[in-house]
């Protein structure tokens, strides 16, 4: 048996714990089976409901935070670096992080799994439920033991040790951060996301790339498919913390899966054009993503550049930037929606042209304060610098020139070249700025 499981299962699933969780949850489904008062549909239905709510509490929020936990719990304890030079092999490491930490949470989850599935098979529920709601949790889960493993990578560079409250915090804020942004007028206007709110309140079909599909199954088997790329994404994190080198290729074909994912919700309201630009889009926000979680190693930079002017691929390739291939891709999926006939789109294309170019400056501004004097607070100076271009300029240029002036700051459908001109610009002088920064001496003393 792989004996980080072991180690964790034993330290969460031990007898006894075990034994008082289980007879705790049969209490709570007893008093819920009472208050039917004989009545078989009635009970049934309570026992569902109840069983998905522990369902949804254990394996969701407890299984999550307990994955989580799984790595932070050894850098608090000072274990983490002996786990690190251990025999077992990246993949030993994180399924027995994940399978063992989790266990318990399993074990009080999967109680609740069966009342949700009798109430599914007797009373006309969705039976595809089984398999989403457990595909679910096993996202959430390795998300956050990914997340941890980045906190921890993001730490080690930034000279200080990582923190539960500061990861779950970091975690916290850019979920609000890319949902404000998903979630955008000027964002949406470009085409966004709106697709992931077709899937998520989806009732009967889901249509995608022109054909209809059931809810139950397409959910179940879309949220089981990001699932194993979650579980990809922290195997690959575990391979670099156990000094290994990773191909350069699975980042790029995610972000093709989920520019495809997402694409395929606008098909029929916009053809290939539409379909593109959502795709772009979506991979747009997966380089702001990774701009917050990649640690800022100016050294890894510079001998990217250098291997890169070389031509040197095969040197350059596992130290490229995690931002590089969204944005390339995105770039890419807008100039073909526009050969698409997305520049007579409802003005979508050319907004999303701002958008990309809109990019470059965050990207740039992100980087010119990750890679500062202090790079422990780079993250929060970019995120207050961009909210002050946004907000504060926004407001400024609408002050002054209305509309016109509100594009010279964010990326508007009203004047799209214009904001395209203006963020170019504002992209070059940003990452001139960004690479006088990364290319200057490290201070030592």
């Known amino acids: 048996m792989n004996p980080e499981f072991q180690r964790n299962l034993w330290l969460e699933a031990a007898p006894r714990r075990a034994a008082w969780a289980i007879l705790t949850l049969g209490l709570i489904y007893l008093a819920v089976g009472m208050l039917a008062h004989g009545d078989t549909d009635r009970m049934i239905s309570a026992l569902g409901t109840a069983g998905g ?33 251990s025999a077992l092999s990246p993949w030993a490491m994180t399924w027995g992080k994940l399978a063992g930490a989790t266990s318990l949470a399993w074990i009080c989850g999967l109680t609740g799994l069966v ?19 457990p595909a679910a949790a096993l996202f959430f889960q390795t998300l956050s033991l990914s997340l941890a493993l980045i906190g921890v990578r993001k730490a080690r560079a930034e000279g ?17 951060l890319l ?5 955008s007028s000027g964002f949406q206007r470009g085409a966004g996301l709106g697709g ?12 995608w790339w022109g054909q209809a599909y059931a809810a139950g199954p397409f959910r179940a088997l879309a949220t089981l498919a990001f699932a194993a790329w979650a579980l990809i994404c922290a195997w690959r994190l575990m391979r670099l913390e156990l000094q290994m080198r990773n191909t350069p290729l699975i980042w790029p074909l995610f972000l093709v899966f989920v520019a495809t994912f997402m694409g395929g919700f606008a098909f029929l309201q916009g053809g290939w054009a539409l379909s593109l630009v959502t795709g772009a889009l979506a991979v747009a926000l997966c380089a702001y993503a990774a701009a917050f979680s990649e640690p800022a190693d100016r050294v890894r930079l510079r001998q990217f550049a250098a291997a890169a002017i070389r031509l040197d691929l095969v040197r350059a390739g596992p130290l490229t930037p995690a931002t590089l291939a969204p944005t390339l891709l995105a770039a890419v999926l807008v100039a073909a929606s526009f050969a698409a006939g997305g520049d007579n789109l409802f003005g979508r294309a050319p907004q999303a042209a701002a958008l990309i170019a809109f990019l470059l400056r965050d990207l740039g501004i992100i980087a010119l304060f990750r890679f500062g004097p202090r790079p422990q607070r780079g993250d929060f100076g970019a995120i207050v610098a961009l909210a002050v271009l946004y907000a504060v300029g ?44 990364i290319g200057a001496p490290e201070k030592t003393g």
Do not use: H, K, Y
Not at 56 to 80: M, N, P
Not at 116 to 126: E, F, H, I, S, Y
Not at 427 to 434: C, E, F, S
């Open 160 to 176: 200080r040790a990582a923190r539960a409250g500061g990861v779950l915090g970091g975690l916290a804020l850019a979920i609000v």
């Open 179 to 183: 949902l404000g942004v998903a979630s």
């Open 196 to 207: 992931l709110g077709a899937l998520i309140g989806a009732r009967g079909e889901v249509l």
């Open 53 to 85: 709510a522990v369902f949804f509490l254990c394996a969701l929020v407890w299984g999550s935070r307990a994955a989580g936990q799984s790595v932070l719990t050894e850098i608090a304890e000072r274990t983490w670096d002996f786990q690190r030079l």
């Open 394 to 437: 926004g407001s400024l240029g609408a002050a002054f020139a209305q509309g016109l002036g509100a594009a010279l700051f964010a990326p508007l459908p009203n004047a799209p070249w214009t904001s395209f001109a203006s963020g170019l610009g504002q992209a070059l002088i940003a990452w001139a700025l960004a690479i006088r920064r």
């Open 115 to 133: 009342f949700v599935g009798l109430r599914a098979l007797t009373q006309d529920g969705d039976p595809w439920a089984m398999l989403f709601l």
